[in-house]
Structures are given as structure tokens and as C-alpha cells.
């Protein structure tokens, strides 16, 4: 069964930092492209960033970029969001989820509450 | 970026009725080299991560009920549930898939009339 499970969440005070993990079983981890999406309360999806299967390729938001990092550990089956300078935006419920063969998201994990707040 | 808008932003619709909705995209999503549009629709249901119902445009994902059905190309798609059941109340999203930042659309909340 494919499961993917956000870790790392949590409460952090503006321009703290936070790193996310996304951990992957019942798949070959090491051939699936990673995204990360996230959600605010009560509002909609919005794409993050995503990691190449090797790890050697990594696009982010305008949001994200220069302030978050995505890596990947194909030994440990895990996907990092690295998340530094964070702000009151920021705030939303953190996804990671695989991409298929048409490039859609086909299986999600539960996601992670990040909330930025003094 | 792609802007993705649907329409509309909240449907009503009776048990066993029809239910559509439209998706717009800036620009097109249609990549040439395979003759695929890479737009994505998901459902997402109250405390629940999204779920992928169709890809391609049109390609309904392995588990999801006939009675979920994508058309259209190139700028314009529809996502429709040809009989409408209780448990389909949800919010549902587009996706283009075509290029980063692969942006959704805002959402349509869909509910039973």
C-alpha cells in the first residue's frame, strides 16, 4: 500500500525555521518525482515545490524561493522541506504527494499543520 | 504563471442529477509532443487530503467511479458527474500540470440541492 507521511509541523514564531519530512512506503521511492502543496485554513491548494527522483533537479513557488529548501534521502525513502524565514503566510496545512506518469499528484499524505504566529 | 479559474464557485445540485464544472486555463496545457493536456482534477472532502479523480484531461484515475467524467483541451475543461451521489459532496479542484508553478484553480464547492 502507498502511504506518504508529513512530519515536523508545528508552531514557530516569524522568521523561525522548520523542517518538514515526508516519509514514503510501498513504492519504489527512488522513482518518483515529490511535490509539496500546501493549504491555509479554509482556503485552496497551492503548489510549493518539487524534487526529481535522484534528487539532482528542484523547482519552487515564487513564494518559496530563497527561503525554502527540498531534498531528498532515496536510502531513507524521505522527502525535507526545509522552511527558514518564515511568515504569517506561510500558516497552512503542508502536503507531500508523488507524482504519476501524468504528471498529476495520485497519492497524498495527511499533511502537517505549520503555523507561524508570535 | 498559468491562471486556472472555474466556474462556478458553488454548485447545488439533486441526488442522481448531473453535475459540471467548468475549468479555464490562461494559456494552453496542451503538450505537443504527446498530444496530452496535462490538467488534473481532484476532489477534496473536509479534513481530508486531495484525491486524484482524472488526469490528462480526460483519464480517470485507477478506483474512481465511472459516474466522474473530464473533457476538453487545450484552454477549456469540464469536470462532470453524470449522477450526482451523497458522497460526492466535496470541493473540487483543477490543476494544470503543464508547467511550473503548477497552479490550481480556486475551487467549486459542490452540494446536494
Known amino acids: 500500500e502507498v502511504q506518504l507521511v508529513e512530519s515536523g509541523g508545528g508552531l514557530v514564531q516569524p522568521g523561525g525555521s522548520l523542517r518538514l519530512s515526508c516519509a514514503a512506503s510501498g513504492f519504489t521511492f527512488s522513482s518518483y518525482w515529490i511535490h509539496w502543496v500546501r493549504q491555509a485554513p479554509g482556503k485552496g491548494l497551492v503548489w510549493v515545490s518539487r524534487?526529481?527522483?535522484?534528487?539532482?533537479?528542484?523547482t519552487y513557488a515564487d513564494s518559496a524561493k530563497g527561503r525554502f529548501t527540498i531534498s531528498r534521502d532515496n536510502a531513507k525513502n524521505t522527502v525535507y522541506l526545509q522552511m527558514n524565514s518564515l511568515r504569517a503566510e506561510d500558516t497552512a496545512v503542508y502536503y507531500c504527494?508523488?507524482?504519476?506518469?501524468?504528471?498529476?499528484?495520485?497519492?497524498w499524505g495527511q499533511g502537517t499543520l505549520v503555523t507561524v504566529s508570535s | 504563471d498559468i491562471v486556472m479559474t472555474q466556474s462556478p464557485d458553488s454548485l447545488a445540485v439533486s441526488l442522481g442529477e448531473r453535475a459540471t464544472i467548468s475549468c479555464k486555463s490562461s494559456q494552453s496545457v496542451l503538450y505537443s509532443s504527446n498530444n496530452k493536456d496535462y490538467l488534473a482534477w481532484y476532489q477534496q472532502k473536509p479534513g481530508q487530503p486531495p484525491k486524484l479523480l482524472i488526469y490528462?484531461?480526460?483519464t480517470r484515475e485507477s478506483g474512481v467511479p465511472d459516474r466522474f467524467s473530464g473533457s476538453g483541451s487545450g484552454t477549456d475543461f469540464t469536470l462532470t458527474i453524470s449522477s450526482l451521489q451523497a458522497e460526492d459532496v466535496a470541493v473540487y479542484y483543477c490543476q494544470q500540470c503543464y508547467s511550473t508553478p503548477y497552479t490550481f484553480g480556486q475551487g467549486t464547492k459542490l452540494e446536494i440541492k
Open positions: 490528462w484531461a480526460s
Open positions: 504527494a508523488r507524482l504519476n506518469h501524468g504528471g498529476a499528484e495520485d497519492y
Open positions: 524534487i526529481n527522483n535522484d534528487g539532482s533537479g528542484t
